[in-house]
């Protein structure tokens, strides 16, 4: 079983200043493809775990959803990287689903789909959510971003975007930096 690294998207993958309602709402941190590339070469799993409650209260068809996820990995392959899987929970808020994060449902299951072990993974996020499935799998957890927590929730360690992220990672787990 190999390590894994699970990514949100908005807010780590792509600016989200604004609610992305389709492709043309979806603009990736110039920094990604570059940390994203950088996991694909040292030989680990990448995937994105992402809430998506605007599909179960309608506001985002999966239609729509699907042509966002195609624009980002059309965007990472023009620059070398890559994406293993993409899981997205459609769920509204409050439908009690296993999946929305912060329950750690996506995580197992891209962890049970890819034989990854979560013990030696890692979950990136900007929000508390984010810490708190990867936290809940059992994944070291990385908080980007100039955000502040709630003072319960305690991640691995806090950094500026996913370039220091990867870089943290890729330290962590005993190989080459990206910068």
């Not at 603009?27 to 990448?46: H, R």
């Not at 030696?120 to 708190?132: A, E, K, Q, T």
Request: charged share 20%.
């Amino acid at each position: 079983m190999k390590p894994g690294v699970f990514l949100d998207r908005d807010g780590v993958i792509n600016d989200h200043r604004h609610y992305i309602n389709g492709p043309d709402d979806f603009y990736l941190f110039p920094q990604a493809p570059k940390a994203i590339a950088a996991l694909n070469q040292a030989n680990l799993f990448v995937g994105v775990v992402t809430n998506q409650g605007g599909v179960g209260l309608g506001y985002l068809s999966q239609l729509s959803l699907q042509a966002i996820h195609e624009k980002m990995t059309t965007l990472l392959a023009e620059e070398g990287a890559y994406l293993d899987d993409i899981m997205y929970c459609p769920h509204a808020p409050k439908e009690g689903c296993d999946c929305r994060k912060p329950k750690p449902g996506m995580i197992e299951l891209l962890a049970k789909r890819h034989e990854l072990d979560l013990a030696r993974s890692y979950m990136v996020g900007d929000r508390d959510v984010d810490i708190l499935a990867g936290q809940a799998a059992g994944c070291k957890t990385i908080f980007v971003g100039g955000g502040t927590l709630p003072s319960r929730v305690v991640p691995n360690a806090h950094v500026a975007d996913i370039a220091a992220a990867v870089d943290w990672i890729l330290r962590d787990a005993g190989q080459t930096q990206l910068s």
